[in-house]
C-alpha cells in the first residue's frame, strides 16, 4: 500500500515538473521578442543573429546620446565578427549597416606530414573550421605556429596562408608551411665573467652539444624556451655558489650552417658573498624561548658560509615546519640585506597571521592530463581550514617536487570578509621517455632500450619498462609506482623481472623470472620505511666441465620472501649531490622455499663539497645472507661489482672453485673518493676523481672452499668524458691488497650509455 502511494506522488511531480518546464521555455522565449529593441534596425547580418547584436547594446541606446552609439561601434567591432559597421540614425530610428567576417568552411594545414605535430598546429591556431575569419588573427595564428616549429628545431620554418572565397561568405583557409631542416645544438659557448669553467656550467644547463648516441634527444634542440628554462637553472646555480648579483647579460642561438646552430650565453658572475649576520625577528612575541633558541641555532649555522640560496630557502621551510608543528598559526617572511663588506645579512621575521581566514573554496586550473585528486593530494590543507601562508608554500613546493609540473603558481582571491577562495595553477610537461643506448667495454657489450611515464592515466604513477641485453647478462624489467596509493600518502611499488645469466668466470648459467610488491612510507622527517614481499624461480643448468659441488646444485628453486629497509636521506639531490647523507638498515626473510634463509645489510652514503670543484664522498654497505637448513643457492650468495671495487672484474673477489667464483654469505665494501680538475680542455666536458676502494667476500655455508678474510683494497683515477663517439668512461686503478686467486682487472673502459 505504501509503495502503490509514494508510486502516485511520484508521477503526480513529474507532471508537475515537465509543465512548469513548459511554461519556463515559453516565457524566455517570449521574453525575448519582449526586450528586443524594435528601435534598432539590422542590415547585413548572416550568420549573426539580430538577439546576439541586440545583446550587446548599451541600456540607455534609445537616449541617441553620440557617446553612447560610438561606445555600441566599438563594442560590436570588438566582437570580430564584422568586417564594417556603420551606424545611422533616421526618423529615430538606430540603423546598423553589418558587412560580416565570413565564416571559416575548410580549414588545411600543407606540408605537415607527422600527425602530432599537426594536431599541435590545430590546437593552438585560433582561426579554424567554423569559426569567425578575423585578419587580425591570422597574423597572431601565424606567429603561433611559427614559435612552435622553431622549439622544435625547425628555426627557418616559413608560414603562408592561402584564402579562397566560396559562396553564402565563406572561405576555405590554407596554412602553407615550409619546415626546411631541423636544427641540432654544435656547441655552446659560456662567455664574460663566468668564473667557472665551461664544462662545469655545461652540466648545469639542461641543453648539450649534439652526438649521434642523442638521436632520441630533445635537449640538442636548440629553442627560446629551452634557453630560457637553461637561464633560469643558471641563474639557482649561481645564487646556490655565493653569486647574489649573477646577471645573464645575454642570449643568442647563432647559425653556423643550414643544420646547426651555437648557443651563446653572456654571464657576469659579479662577486662572492659570505653570510654575514642572521637574525630571527619575532614580531608576533608569542614564541617560548625555547622556540627561539631551537630557531636560532639553526639560523646561526649559516655565518659566515658562502651565501647560498638553496640554504635560505630550506630555512624558510624548516621554519614554516616546525611553527605548524609547534601549533603556531604564525606567518615566516624573509630578507635580505646586502652589506658593504661583500656580506649578505639575513633576517627570519615572524608574525602572526593578519587576519584569520576559511578556505572557502580551492580552484585548480591548467591540469588537462593530470587529475585534479593528484593535486590536491599533495595540499596540505583543504576546503574549511584555516588559511596559512606558510601550508600554501610548503605546498606549491610539494607539487614542484612530484616532477610533474613545469610551474606551479597560487593565487588568493577574497570572497567575504572571513573566506577566501584559492586557486591553484599548474604548468604541465612531457612526463614520458622513449630510451635507447649502446654500450661496451671490457667487461662485454650491452644495449638498452626502455619506455618510462611518470604520470600513467593522469594519476602520478610511474611506470618503466626496461631491456638490456649484454654480452653476459640480459635483463628485462616492467615496474609500477603509485605514490599515493588509494590517497594514503605512502608508495605502493610492484615489479616483475626477468634475468638470464651466463658469466665468464662462473662455470654455469641461471634464468630467474620474479616479482615483488613493496609501499614507503615517511615515519619521521626523512626516515622512510620500506617493507615488501617478493617471489621468484630460479632454473641453474652446469656446464660440462663444471666441478661436482656445481653439478650437485643444479635443478630448479622456487624462493619467497619478505623484506624491509629502514633509511634517513638528507642529500641535496639524487643526481651528483654536494652534500648531505644517506644511513640504512635492511633484512630479507626467505620462507615457503626451497632453501630459507636471512639477509641483513647495512648501508649509507655521505657528500660534501670542501672545495670548490671538490666534491668528496663515502660510500659503503655491510651485507650477510645465511641459510636456516640448506646451504643457500649460487644465485643467492653475495658478490662485489666493478662499479665499487675498482681494480677488480665484476664478480672476481672471494670464494672460488677451480675456475669458478661462487660468491659468499658475507661482503662489504668503503669507497671513498674525490671529484678534482683534471686540465683538460674545457670543450671536452670531462670530469675526473681519485678514489680509494676496499671490500671483501668471505665464507660459504658448504665448507667448500677455505677461502680467507683478506681485504681487498685499491686505489686509481677515473675520467668521464661526452666524447664525439657517446659518453665514454675510463678508470684505472691499482690493487693494494689482493689474493692470489682475485680475477685483477686493472683497466676498466666502457662506451656508450642511455640517453
Given at each position: ?485 588509494k590517497n594514503s600518502g605512502n608508495t605502493l611499488n610492484t615489479s616483475i623481472f626477468i634475468e638470464s645469466n651466463d658469466y665468464d668466470n662462473a662455470s654455469y648459467q641461471n634464468k630467474v623470472i620474479g616479482s615483488s610488491v ?238
Amino acid at each position: 500500500m505504501i509503495f502503490t502511494q509514494q508510486l502516485i506522488l511520484q508521477k503526480i511531480l513529474q507532471k508537475i515538473k515537465f509543465r512548469f518546464c513548459i511554461y519556463l521555455a515559453f516565457f524566455c522565449f517570449a521574453a525575448s521578442f519582449a526586450f528586443a529593441n524594435k528601435n534598432i534596425i539590422i542590415n547585413g547580418n548572416k550568420n549573426i543573429s539580430e538577439k546576439t547584436i541586440q545583446s550587446l547594446a548599451p541600456i540607455n541606446i534609445d537616449t541617441l546620446n553620440p557617446n553612447v552609439i560610438n561606445d555600441y561601434q566599438k563594442k560590436l567591432f570588438e566582437t570580430g565578427f564584422f568586417e564594417e559597421v556603420f551606424i545611422s540614425i533616421k526618423e529615430k530610428k538606430i540603423i546598423i549597416n553589418l558587412k560580416e567576417n565570413p565564416l571559416v568552411n575548410f580549414f588545411f594545414i600543407e606540408g605537415i606530414k607527422n600527425n602530432e605535430l599537426k594536431d599541435k598546429i590545430i590546437d593552438i591556431a585560433k582561426i579554424k573550421e567554423n569559426t569567425i575569419f578575423q585578419p587580425y588573427l591570422i597574423k597572431q595564428d601565424i606567429k603561433n605556429i611559427s614559435n612552435l616549429l622553431k622549439d622544435i628545431g625547425y628555426l627557418n620554418n616559413k608560414v603562408n596562408y592561402k584564402l579562397i572565397k566560396i559562396d553564402d561568405n565563406k572561405i576555405n583557409l590554407f596554412y602553407k608551411i615550409d619546415l626546411e631542416n631541423k636544427f641540432k645544438i654544435k656547441r655552446i659557448f659560456f662567455i664574460g665573467n663566468k668564473y667557472f669553467k665551461s664544462s662545469t656550467l655545461s652540466d648545469v644547463v639542461h641543453s648539450s652539444e649534439h652526438g649521434w648516441w642523442k638521436f632520441l634527444s630533445s635537449s640538442t634542440t636548440p629553442s627560446e624556451s629551452l634557453i630560457n628554462y637553461d637561464i633560469s637553472k643558471l641563474k639557482s646555480f649561481y645564487l646556490n655558489k655565493g653569486f647574489y648579483d649573477v646577471q645573464i647579460n645575454s642570449h643568442s642561438i647563432k647559425l653556423i650552417d643550414d643544420r646547426y646552430a651555437n648557443i651563446i650565453y653572456s654571464i657576469d658572475s659579479g662577486k662572492k658573498y659570505l653570510f654575514g649576520k642572521v637574525q630571527l625577528v619575532d614580531n608576533s612575541k608569542s614564541l617560548s624561548k625555547a622556540n627561539i633558541s631551537y630557531l636560532e641555532k639553526k639560523y646561526n649555522k649559516l655565518t659566515n658560509k658562502f651565501f647560498d640560496k638553496s640554504e635560505i630557502d630550506k630555512l624558510f621551510d624548516l621554519s614554516n615546519e616546525y611553527l605548524i608543528k609547534s601549533n603556531y598559526n604564525l606567518i615566516v617572511q624573509r630578507e635580505i640585506i646586502k652589506n658593504n663588506i661583500n656580506r649578505i645579512d639575513l633576517k627570519f621575521i615572524i608574525s602572526n597571521q593578519p587576519n584569520q581566514k576559511i578556505i572557502n573554496k580551492i580552484i585548480i586550473v591548467g591540469n588537462s592530463i593530470t587529475d585534479d585528486f593528484v593535486i590536491r593530494n599533495n595540499l596540505n590543507f583543504s576546503e574549511g581550514d584555516n588559511f596559512v601562508d606558510n601550508k600554501l608554500f610548503s605546498s606549491v613546493e610539494k607539487l614542484k617536487g612530484t616532477g610533474l609540473f613545469k610551474n606551479v603558481l597560487s593565487e588568493t582571491r577574497t570572497n567575504n570578509e572571513n573566506k577566501i577562495d584559492l586557486e591553484i595553477k599548474v604548468e604541465e610537461q612531457p612526463t614520458g621517455e622513449i630510451s635507447a643506448g649502446a654500450g661496451a667495454g671490457t667487461n662485454g657489450a650491452t644495449i638498452s632500450a626502455g619506455i618510462n611515464e611518470r604520470n600513467f592515466l593522469g594519476k602520478g604513477i610511474i611506470i618503466n619498462s626496461n631491456i638490456n641485453l649484454g654480452t653476459q647478462k640480459i635483463f628485462g624489467s616492467v615496474n609500477y609506482s603509485n605514490p599515493d596509493y588509494k590517497n594514503s600518502g605512502n608508495t605502493l611499488n610492484t615489479s616483475i623481472f626477468i634475468e638470464s645469466n651466463d658469466y665468464d668466470n662462473a662455470s654455469y648459467q641461471n634464468k630467474v623470472i620474479g616479482s615483488s610488491v613493496s609501499t614507503k612510507y615517511e615515519i619521521y622527517d626523512k626516515l622512510f620505511l620500506s617493507p615488501g614481499i617478493a617471489a621468484d624461480f630460479d632454473s641453474v643448468n652446469a656446464n660440462s666441465d663444471a666441478s661436482s659441488l656445481i653439478k650437485r646444485r643444479e635443478g630448479d628453486y622456487y624462493t619467497t620472501k619478505i623484506f624491509y629497509d629502514l633509511s634517513k636521506n638528507t642529500k641535496n639531490r639524487d643526481l651528483m649531490p654536494t652534500e648531505g647523507y644517506t644511513f640504512g638498515v635492511g633484512q630479507g626473510l626467505s620462507f615457503l622455499s626451497d632453501i630459507p634463509y636471512i639477509n641483513n645489510r647495512i648501508f649509507g652514503s655521505y657528500y660534501n663539497e670542501y672545495k670548490e670543484n671538490f666534491v668528496g664522498s663515502i660510500k659503503y654497505k655491510i651485507e650477510s645472507i645465511n641459510g636456516f637448513d640448506d646451504d643457500i643457492k649460487f644465485s643467492d650468495r653475495l658478490f662485489v661489482s666493478s662499479n665499487v671495487l675498482r681494480g677488480f672484474s665484476s664478480r672476481g673477489i672471494g670464494p672460488k672453485i677451480d675456475n669458478d667464483f661462487i660468491g659468499g654469505n658475507y661482503s662489504y665494501y668503503t669507497t671513498v673518493s674525490s671529484t678534482i680538475p683534471n686540465g683538460l680542455p674545457e670543450k671536452w666536458n670531462a670530469a675526473t676523481n681519485i678514489f680509494f676502494d676496499s671490500a671483501n667476500v668471505w665464507g660459504v655455508d658448504d665448507n667448500s672452499t677455505g677461502d680467507s678474510n683478506k681485504i681487498r683494497t685499491s686505489i686509481g683515477i677515473g675520467l668521464s668524458w661526452v666524447s664525439p663517439l657517446g659518453p665514454i668512461s675510463i678508470t684505472y686503478a691499482e690493487p693494494i691488497t689482493k689474493e692470489t686467486t682475485d680475477d685483477v682487472e686493472q683497466f676498466n673502459f666502457k662506451i656508450g650509455s642511455a640517453f
